[in-house]
């Protein structure tokens, strides 16, 4: 008979996201989710760390949530790895039944607990059932490495990322608001998706991120030009940006609202959030036999009063 480790790593190993579940019996407690003052840190909050263990699910390891179900030996278990078990506990592989751990939930809605991002400066404390969705908004929860060409992990804030970008990536760093770009490809009929070199510009005291990316739209090759703001969404919508291509006595003119880096390269791409150029106006843009592509991108970046 198998282990019970070797069991809890068979099922760790089938990838799977589980979003807390809802429940109506969930206890109702009043929360604040981005203004850590009114949930400041509190003398002896203190939690130790066998009942953190006590809601950790030993299947997928994640904090449990209401219902947690046990077993008849008092095995917890989380209600979202609770099907892919079949059924049986997972620890002693006795059958689960429905029975709920009513006490453990009533200890987790009794407990405070700072935020997992308190390293990077959140000073809140918050009930166990609202620091999670808490934690999803937080103002201080770090970013993902923008860099578009290669699949990064590195997290940090803002400064941190952008030391990365340079030292790490060697991207192209720019002062200023304005920016004229030349992008080149020597057989674009033979390339249906790539990146190029990420560029990233300071000014206004922020940091902008320029992509440009050639992907099927369809059946159809084109190339889309986008800019990305170094920081959150409410602070993107305070600059707008223009960009122009052209050539052959024609232009095309694109202007938007930067996204933020919370939304990855690829979601602002796949929303067409950018210029896009079919490949076969790209290649008219460039002149010659239009067997090369030599696309020249000029844009702005301004402030809105």
């Known amino acids: 008979m198998a282990s019970a480790n070797s069991f809890f790593d068979e099922i760790r ?22 203004d850590p003052t009114q949930n400041a840190l509190k003398p002896n909050v203190t939690v130790s760390s066998s009942v953190r263990e006590l809601l950790e699910c030993p299947v997928c390891l994640n904090a449990m949530y209401p219902p947690i179900h046990q077993c008849s030996n008092g095995h ?14 997972p ?14 939930e009533k200890v987790a809605a009794s407990l405070e607990l700072p935020c997992k991002y308190q390293s990077f400066g959140c000073v809140g404390i918050y009930p166990y059932y609202s620091k999670l969705k808490h934690e999803s908004q937080c103002a201080f929860r ?80 084109v190339y889309i030009a986008f800019l990305r703001f170094m920081g959150d969404d409410n602070e993107a919508k305070n600059y707008s940006y223009s960009l122009e291509v052209g050539g052959n006595g024609r232009k095309m003119i694109w202007q938007g609202v930067p996204r933020s880096i919370r939304d990855s390269h690829r979601k602002v791409r796949d929303s067409f959030d950018g210029l ?19 696309l020249r991108v000029t844009g702005r970046i301004w402030k809105e009063q």
């Open 76 to 89: 917890t278990l989380c209600s979202g790895c609770k099907p892919r078990v079949h059924n049986r506990c």
């Open 142 to 221: 770090p970013y993902s490495c923008p860099y578009a060409g290669s699949e990064c992990t590195v997290i940090g804030d803002i400064p941190c990322l952008v030391a990365h970008l340079k030292d790490d990536h060697k991207v192209d760093m720019h002062n200023g608001s304005t920016f004229n770009h030349r992008y080149v490809k020597s057989n674009p009929h033979e390339v249906e998706n790539a990146t190029w070199m990420l560029t990233v510009f300071s000014c206004f005291g922020q940091y902008f991120c320029l992509h440009f990316e050639a992907f099927q739209l369809g059946m159809a090759p």
């Open 276 to 294: 896009i150029i079919q490949r076969n106006m790209a290649l008219f843009f460039s002149g010659g036999d239009r067997k090369e592509l030599k």
């Open 13 to 34: 190993n089938k990838p799977e996201v589980i979003d807390p579940p809802q429940s109506e019996d969930k206890t109702d407690i009043g929360e604040s989710v981005n």
């Open 91 to 104: 620890t002693c592989r006795h059958e689960l039944g429905n029975i709920r751990c009513l006490a453990l």
